[in-house]
């Protein structure tokens, strides 16, 4: 069974840093584009960073510059630093991939900045 599990979340305040981690069983991140996505209280969940199995990375607009997502081909993981988190970078962040267009997500992992 795939399984995407998420970890690295915790409390920070503004202006810290975070590292993110998805880590994958029975699939191969790296021939799959992952995704980290984010949900907090109240909204919708939106799209913040992708890394496609070539390598290209892409970012949200409301983290450009901040956030870094890499892949550990050997560890099966891939990362998501977060550095200068603001409170509103606040949320359970998840991370995605699909394999034969069939999605998988973690379970999420809880990311809370204070002012």
């Known amino acids: 069974q795939v399984q995407l599990v998420e970890s690295g979340g915790g409390l920070v305040q503004s202006g810290g840093s975070l590292t993110l981690s998805c880590t994958a069983s029975?699939?191969?991140?790296?021939?799959?584009?992952v995704t980290w996505y984010r949900q907090a209280p109240g909204k919708e969940r939106e799209w913040v960073a992708v890394v496609v199995s070539g390598g290209v990375r892409n970012y949200a607009d409301s983290v450009k510059g901040r956030f870094t997502i890499w892949r550990d081909n050997e560890k099966n993981t891939v990362f998501l630093q977060m550095n200068n988190l603001k409170p509103e970078d606040t949320g359970t962040y998840y991370c995605k991939t699909i394999r034969l267009n069939r999605e998988y997500w973690g379970q999420g992992t809880q990311v809370t900045v204070s002012s």
């Open positions: 029975r699939i191969v991140l790296s021939t799959n584009a």
